[in-house]
């Protein structure tokens, strides 16, 4: 919705969110979920290690138990069997209200409370902790700013004022509030478009980058997996773990034919997910503001031989991009915005570079980096070159964590690092 | 009674898969559509009270409908009209709390059930019968009312409840609130619409009801009614039902009225 | 002593169940085509389907006891007072229902029935009309617990039915039997709506069809 755009053109350049320094590892240590009545159990004795500071993605079918044991982390859903660990501290069997409390949940569509503002969503966590009224307007204020949303404009708005791609992130600013140290995600993107859901992968990325927390995310999309992922496990049914590795190696080695199956084939082209746009060199571009005589900008064009300039706002925000001959129409440059300006973040990946090409009919698009400001221009050749290097490239440097299976059924080929 | 596609309520609005809804020509949302109501009350009622005081009536027309007897019956009206309201509240919302709560779910199909059968007694038979018991007056009248009002209220009470989002629930409890924190700051606010329904109507139920009241000696409006017809009086009569009518639509609005303003904002649907 | 009473009086249970019974479906009847009619006539109409709410709305709130005291007058006492209050009160949640049973039909498999050739007669009859009815029937079945209870209520009015026992039981009051006569009234007057109601959910097992059979 253009109504983020505005909150964007509001919001101050810089943003320091206060975080802790450490996040925390998580063990799942041979946790088991049987539920009464049924034979077999819907998580078989799993053992799982996630660590601190990482974005592990847990991916499976429909129905494999991946959102049962994202759910015994935090315990929604009690563990028949096993301990879980944070950091160092057992936590099976401390209050579970208690251990939520420490603990980041987000679930589909934000799960955000409709008779709530979007402020008391957020500060729902800091309240039950018992943190003053002036902190608790200040910590909002921060997180709204992290997740690109101008505090002013939507702290008092209601959630159904919002689209979903807002209330999604109003959703990971709730989660964030109480600085946990780990955050869980339960298919979180699912319920947007795939522009949306672009941007707010992005967007996660980006928060990730300042607050480096513990993530677990449950997702069926492999391509969100490999995108988002520093680890990545597959289920099978019965949370029964096929493959926990990097998604370089999944993609290089599939365990077996199941991941093969999952990972979809054209497997050679997923390596468009895994760079980014920020790995690749980046075209430099002939610059022009609103307001310069449009004759001038034509003359550096031709003198750089190029046959676009790239207008920026007064943020260095790209505005539009025109070319020689519409730049010949002007007299000067307008400070309209190109609302179809073909427009890729550095962290996005060159799947989305791709796409975003191909929905502009252009061979290049625009690259902007942080605050959105203009970073540089990437083309087709240079995505092409970038995917051949990659292949010849596909190794990671290390080692996964430990991922096991101590289930009754043993099933054949366990292939993780 | 098996429940039909969503809520039934007696007296009540549409039966959907959604629970009901108020029904206010504009909506809830609209302040205007609520000054209709008041406002033909008045003018009813201006027009009676002008009648009142013009027209010819018999010397024992005239003394029953004096202004002071007149006020009187209206007074134990309400009061009998309130007081029932209050106990139903004070018993069925918080049951309906709890018949949503995991372990008593299945309590809850055996309550409905007895509230059901509560409702198709005739409220009329239901006072009586409760005379012959507890004796004449306002609170053998005031239990009777109890029993036939509690319905609605438990219906919507429950309806309410279990109409919040259970992936609200969730998150709430994903959150690290406790059950009750989520009972009281999601799930309740969240049912307050569709409670508030169910409370009006059954504050219209029970004005209607308290009419019956006169027949176990608790006085109100139906006193009008029943004198009328065993004394002949049609003027009588038609003064106690226009009465009565016009009250039962002034508690609906003021029913509309609360439910209205009790709306947490961002529900406004 | 309940039970002496029961086998006395059996004659005049049954007849007073009788008439109870025929009066509440006799009306409902009457209030189904009318409400229907009303409903046919308005639901295309926006406004004129929030006014007909409206009026839903407003008549509910009127007391059934206000409402039989003020016809008294001009109907005078026995069945005309009792039927026309009982098929007023009826109408109102059918109409309701009835059009919000017709306003969840999809234009668009009205327009390809239309598109197919069907006249507008046809296609509510045959199209709209079953795919309203369940929500409609619901309608039915609320309107027919509600007029049970102001069926008896209509006694008052000297109308037929089982609100006579409990009236004479409560003008005899402590008097022989007058307890029995009570209870009879109300009893019945449960009976019979729970009889009712199966009455009806088996009509609408019989006539919803299938693919739009909500499971309970």
């Known amino acids: ?417 | 009674m098996t429940d039909t596609l969503g809520a039934e309520t007696t007296r009540g609005e549409t039966a959907l898969a959604e629970p009901v809804r108020g029904d206010v020509p504009g909506g809830a949302r609209s302040w205007r559509g609520l000054l209709i109501q008041p406002i033909v009350v008045a003018l009813i009622l201006a027009g009676f009270v002008v009648w009142l005081a013009t027209a010819h009536l018999s010397p024992t027309e005239r003394s029953t409908l004096n202004p002071h007897d007149l006020l009187a019956y209206t007074g134990q009206h309400l009061a009998l009209t309130f007081v029932s309201a209050a106990i139903v509240l004070v018993i069925t919302v918080p049951l309906g709390i709890l018949l949503t709560r995991r372990p008593f779910v299945r309590a809850s199909g055996v309550i409905l059930a007895l509230a059901n059968v509560g409702q198709a007694a005739p409220a009329v038979g239901l006072i009586v019968l409760l005379a012959f018991w507890l004796g004449f007056g306002f609170w053998a009248a005031v239990v009777a009312l109890v029993v036939y009002a509690a319905l609605p209220v438990l219906r919507n009470t429950m309806i309410g409840i279990q109409s919040v989002d259970e992936r609200l629930v969730e998150a709430g409890r994903g959150m690290g609130m406790s059950a009750l924190a989520v009972l009281i700051r999601v799930e309740l606010p969240l049912a307050v619409p569709v409670m508030l329904v169910g409370i009006r109507t059954a504050l219209v139920l029970l004005v209607g009801s308290a009419a019956l009241a006169t027949f176990v000696g608790a006085g109100g409006l139906g006193l009008l009614i029943t004198t009328g017809v065993n004394l002949f009086l049609p003027r009588v009569l038609i003064s106690g039902a226009l009465l009565t009518a016009l009250l039962a639509l002034l508690v609906d609005w003021a029913g509309r009225v609360v439910e209205h303003y009790a709306r947490p904002k961002g529900l406004q649907a | ?216």
């Open chain 3, 1 to 216: 002593m309940l039970w002496n009473f029961l086998v006395d009086r059996w004659g005049q249970i049954w007849f007073a169940s009788w008439q109870h019974f025929s009066l509440v479906v006799q009306s409902l009847a009457l209030a189904v085509l009318i409400a229907m009619l009303i409903a046919f006539l308005v639901y295309r109409v926006p406004q004129l389907s929030s006014i007909a709410n409206g009026v839903s709305a407003v008549g509910l709130t009127i007391p059934s006891f206000a409402l039989i005291g003020l016809l008294i007058t001009p109907l005078g006492f026995g069945v005309a007072p009792s039927v026309f209050v009982v098929t007023f009160f009826a109408v109102l949640p059918i109409l309701r229902n009835a059009i919000v049973g017709l306003g969840t039909v999809d234009r668009s498999v009205v327009e390809s029935a239309r598109g197919i050739g069907m006249s507008r007669l046809r296609v509510l009859f045959t199209i709209e009309f079953p795919i309203a009815w369940p929500i409609i029937l619901t309608g039915v079945r609320i309107s027919a617990q509600m007029v049970m209870g102001i069926a008896a209520v209509a006694a008052y009015a000297l109308g037929p039915g089982l609100g006579g026992f409990i009236f004479s039981g409560l003008s005899r009051l402590g008097g022989a039997n007058s307890l029995e006569s009570v209870v009879v009234g109300v009893v019945g007057v449960i009976v019979l709506a729970l009889i009712l109601d199966l009455l009806l959910l088996g009509l609408g097992r019989l006539t919803i069809s299938r693919g739009i059979r909500v499971s309970h």
């Open chain 1, 1 to 417: 919705m253009s109504a983020t755009n505005n909150a964007l053109a509001e919001a101050p350049e810089s943003v320091t969110v206060s975080t802790s320094a450490t996040s925390t590892s998580i063990l799942l240590d041979e946790v088991t979920k049987r539920y009464p009545g049924q034979a077999k159990a819907a998580v078989d004795g799993i053992t799982l290690e996630i660590p601190a500071g990482k974005i592990v993605m847990l991916v499976g079918p429909s129905g494999c138990g991946k959102t049962t044991t994202l759910k015994m982390i935090n315990r929604l859903i009690e563990p028949t069997e096993g301990r879980i660990k944070l950091g160092d501290e057992d936590v099976t069997t401390i209050d579970g209200d208690e251990l939520r409390r420490r603990m980041g949940y987000v679930i589909q569509a934000g799960g955000l409370f409709p008779h709530m503002t979007v402020a008391s969503n957020i500060g729902l966590v800091p309240k039950m902790l018992g943190w003053p009224k002036a902190k608790i307007a200040a910590r909002v204020d921060e997180l709204l700013e992290l997740v690109s949303l101008d505090p002013a404009a939507y702290r008092d708005r209601y959630p159904r004022e919002l689209s979903g791609g807002q209330q999604q992130r109003v959703g990971v600013a709730r989660a964030l509030a109480a600085d946990p140290p780990v955050l869980l995600m339960d298919e979180p993107f699912g319920a947007v478009d795939p522009i949306t859901r672009q941007r707010l992968q992005d967007e996660l990325l980006k928060i990730q980058d300042e607050v480096q927390k513990t993530m677990v995310i449950v997702t069926h999309d492999f391509d969100e997996a490999v995108k988002l992922g520093d680890w990545i496990v597959v289920f099978s049914e019965g949370a029964h773990i096929v493959q926990y590795d990097s998604p370089e190696r999944i993609l290089a080695e599939p365990a077996n034919e199941f991941v093969e199956n999952f990972i979809g084939s054209g497997a050679g082209l997923k390596q468009l997910t895994l760079n980014r746009v920020k790995d690749v060199a980046l075209a430099d571009a002939i610059i022009g503001h609103p307001g310069e005589a449009a004759v001038d900008v034509l003359e550096r064009i031709v003198a750089a031989g190029h046959d676009h300039a790239v207008i920026l706002d007064d943020r260095q925000r790209p505005l539009s991009w025109p070319s020689r001959r519409q730049l010949g129409r002007l007299t000067t440059i307008s400070a309209s915005a190109d609302p179809e300006l073909p427009v890729v973040g550095q962290g996005s990946t060159l799947n989305d570079a791709l796409d975003t090409m191909l929905v502009s009919n252009a061979g290049a698009a625009l690259v902007t980096g942080r605050r959105d400001s203009f970073a540089g221009v990437i083309t087709v050749e240079v995505i092409m070159d970038a995917i051949a290097t990659a292949r010849a490239n596909a190794r990671g440097t290390a080692v996964a964590p430990v991922g096991t299976n101590t289930d009754s059924l043993q099933i054949v080929t366990d292939g993780a690092a």
